[in-house]
Structure formats: structure tokens, C-alpha cells
T-cell receptor, first 115, second 109 residues
Framework: GAGVSQSPSNKVTEKGKDVELRCDPI?????LYWYRQRLGQGLEFLIY????????KSGLPSDRFSAERTGESVSTLTIQRTQQEDSAVYLC?????????????FGPGTRLTVT | KNEVEQSPQNLTAQEGEFITINCSYS?????LHWLQQHPGGGIVSLFM???GKKKHGRLIATINIQEKHSSLHITASHPRDSAVYIC???????????FGTGTRLTIIP
């Protein structure tokens, strides 16, 4: 079946603009994760959704960042008033959490460049 | 100090060599993941392990929970193995991963 997909693959935006990044998880996967990878740095956890539970937002770097998920499907990550330090590859992953721990499947990422 | 440390940061080897990448962590974990990231490409999960050893093709991953250490081995390395290898750990009570900074592996033909 199809893997995790993300759109757009690349996004260039001006500082101060809002952006929305989209993630389509693998069908049936109950858990969805957003990560960020800034140039030359490691991956950072941003937010995690699991079923109908309240999301774990502990990794969001500021209140300019928010994310939503519709049921167990699509998620959008929104960055308001973008700053240059937001430039990064934003990665989404999903997993089927029938038993913890579970394997995560990563999307190809969205490369965000803030000019 | 990062919770997850990898070594070496960079590794260059000749085709055919046996490769070892190390990961040490400082927190209690429920699982450890090894991930592979190709240049310009996405991330692929290689292994998820909680104890012992796993093998897939030429790749072997081991973990020692008491010593808080894991190794990823590649036998008969090949230029297509060139990638960044990332160690990530999962704590208890949630599915959040904490990542190492990665090991950049280059295999020269």
C-alpha cells in the first residue's frame, strides 16, 4: 500500500507569512508524528497524535507552531509568522500502535525555506 | 550533554569492510530504533529493538540495556550503504522518539 505522503515537497516563503504543511499517514495507522530537521542538525520531535487522545505537544518550539489531525487521517502543521530559523525539513511519520513500542514509517518530508 | 550520543560522527571505509556504528543513551528506554537517511531522501526504519540482537540481510543491530548501548553493524559494506545512520530512543509512557545526531557513512568503491 501507499506510504506516508507529505505536501508540498518544497516550500519557499517570506518571513512573516503563515505556512501549512500536510501529512497523509498510512491508512489505518492510529499514531502520527511531526519532526523537524534543521540543516546540519539532528531530528527534533514536534508533536504526536494518538487516536482520540490529547496530542503530545511538548516538542513545539513556540506558540507560532500548531498542528491538527482529522480523526485518524490527514494532519496539518501550521507555522504562523514564519522566521528564518524555521527553515528546515519537516518530517511526518505514522505507526500502528497496537502494542508499544511500534515501528514508525516516515514520509519524504517538506523542505521549508524562509527568506 | 545529549540524551543520545552516536559515534563516530563520520566514517569512511572501503567497500567490503565491516562497519560498526555505536549509540549510547542516558535515559531508561522501552525501545531503540536505527534509521537510515539517504542524501536528499527520506528516512527508512532499519530496526526497532528492546533487547538482544536483530539481523536483516547484511545489517545487524544489538542492544545492551544494562550498559545503555547499542551497535549497528554492516557486513560486506557496499557503496549503496552510504547514508546517515540515526539512532533514536523511546522512553516509557509515550511514543516520542529522541534522536542522536547521526553517523555519516561513506563507502568507497
Amino acid at each position: 500500500g501507499a506510504g506516508v505522503s507529505q505536501s508540498p515537497s518544497n516550500k519557499v516563503t517570506e518571513k512573516g507569512k503563515d505556512v501549512e504543511l500536510r501529512c497523509d499517514p498510512i491508512s489505518g495507522h492510529t499514531a502520527l508524528y511531526w519532526y523537524r530537521q534543521r540543516l546540519g542538525q539532528g531530528l527534533e520531535f514536534l508533536i504526536y497524535f494518538q487516536g482520540n487522545s490529547a496530542p503530545d505537544k511538548s516538542g513545539l518550539p513556540s506558540d507560532r507552531f500548531s498542528a491538527e489531525r482529522t480523526g485518524e487521517s490527514v494532519s496539518t502543521l501550521t507555522i504562523q509568522r514564519t522566521q528564518q530559523e524555521d527553515s528546515a525539513v519537516y518530517l511526518c511519520a505514522s505507526s500502528l500502535v497496537t502494542a508499544s513500542p511500534s515501528e514508525q514509517y516516515f514520509g519524504p518530508g517538506t523542505r521549508l525555506t524562509v527568506t | 550533554k545529549n540524551e543520545v550520543e552516536q559515534s563516530p560522527q563520520n566514517l569512511t571505509a572501503q567497500e567490503g569492510e565491516f562497519i560498526t556504528i555505536n549509540c549510547s543513551y542516558s535515559v531508561g528506554i522501552s525501545a531503540l530504533h536505527w534509521l537510515q537517511q539517504h542524501p536528499g531522501g527520506g528516512i527508512v526504519s532499519l530496526f526497532m529493538l528492546s533487547s538482544g540482537k536483530k539481523k536483516h540481510g547484511r545489517l545487524i543491530a544489538t542492544i545492551n540495556i544494562q550498559e545503555k548501548h547499542s551497535s549497528l553493524h554492516i557486513t560486506a559494506s557496499h557503496p549503496r550503504d552510504s547514508a546517515v545512520y540515526i539512532c533514536a530512543v523511546k522512553g516509557f509512557g509515550n511514543e516520542k522518539l529522541t534522536f542522536g545526531t547521526g553517523t555519516r557513512l561513506t563507502i568507497i568503491p
